[in-house]
């Protein structure tokens, strides 16, 4: 890419299995942390996301990737799970070199973050999700009470 690009080009990798995964690496100012946006249901990176890159990159590495079965990346299974789709950020993150990163999801993205982070902690120190469940386990979270039950 060049350095003066504002969006760089499309990227792809092959994954295991021969299915393979588009994505766009936006450098960042050296040594800076990694994001890795998540788009939703349906969307693509670009579509869900573009928003966010100019801003981000100002002080990250920006990773933003079309999820499998969605924009320029490859077929899902025909069993589609958040599972998979989990462990082919894993599988790109590794192969861009990145160690940790931080898993920032949108909606169906979200879920996908937070399964990151509950497989690989060492690898996510926590998600970021927006416009998502609380949880990604099925199970709704309740609030914290901020003051004790009287009587």
Same mark, same amino acid.
């Given at each position: 890419m060049r350095s003066d690009a504002l969006?760089? *080009?499309h990227e792809t990798l092959r994954l295991p299995g021969g299915r393979w995964i588009a994505y766009r690496d936006f450098p960042g100012p050296p040594g800076a942390e990694t994001v890795l946006l998540l788009h939703g249901i349906g969307m693509t990176a670009d579509l869900n996301l573009a928003g966010w890159f100019a801003t981000l990159r100002q002080r990250l590495r920006v990773v933003a990737l079309d999820l499998r079965g969605h924009g320029r990346s490859g077929c899902p299974s025909p069993e589609f799970r958040l599972?998979?789709?989990a462990d082919d950020v894993l599988a790109l993150a590794k192969a861009l070199g990145i160690e *940790?990163?931080?898993a920032t999801g949108y909606s169906m993205g979200g879920l996908i973050a937070q399964l990151l982070w509950r497989r690989h902690p060492? #690898?996510?120190?926590?998600?970021?999700t927006s416009s998502g469940p609380q949880r990604s386990d099925g199970h709704r979270c309740s #609030? #914290? #009470?901020?003051r004790s039950r009287s009587g």
């Open positions: 969006i760089p *080009r599972e998979d789709c *940790r990163f931080i060492e #690898r996510t120190p926590a998600p970021v #609030r #914290r #009470r901020s």
